[in-house]
């Protein structure tokens, strides 16, 4: 071992305990979203004209749009499929929708919602960063 690698931090393998703290980090990010979209499906005329008032074009079909995002991306989460792709869909979503529909900084809920959507970004860039863990599909 040369000068610079033994200055380095030493990696050990990942442990059972980091497997199943990654698989409850997934399951609760999902969960969110899973919720989220479903509640979208059950009330899509009040989510596609929330969408409109704030002035997106195409209400309709970004309604569909993301609940198909919501759902599905939450799944693959869950399952651990494809987990980087959904997390880095899920994140950059996060922050569109924390831009889109929370701007108002006035608004003390607002506010909190935006930091809230800000948050969860971290998590899944957090997520697509080191990867699911071993207890999913991916492996790692």
Known sequence: MNDITAS???????TS???AAALTA???????????????LAAIEGTAGYIAS????????????TIAL????????????????????????SILAAAIFHADFADQMQFT??????????????????GPGRLSLDRG
């Open 8 to 14: 380095l931090p030493q990696t050990s393998p990942s």
């Open 113 to 130: 919602s935006f930091l809230k959507n800000l948050a969860i970004a971290g998590g899944m860039f957090q997520l697509a960063a080191f």
């Open 17 to 19: 305990t980091q497997d």
């Open 54 to 65: 704030v002035g997106l074009p195409f209400a309709s079909g970004l309604t569909y749009a």
């Open 70 to 93: 919501e759902v599905v991306g939450a799944c693959l989460l869950i399952a651990g499929y494809r987990t980087r792709a959904a997390a880095i869909g899920l994140g950059v979503f």
């Open 26 to 40: 997934r399951l609760l990010l999902a969960g969110l979203f899973l919720i989220a979209g479903l509640g979208k």
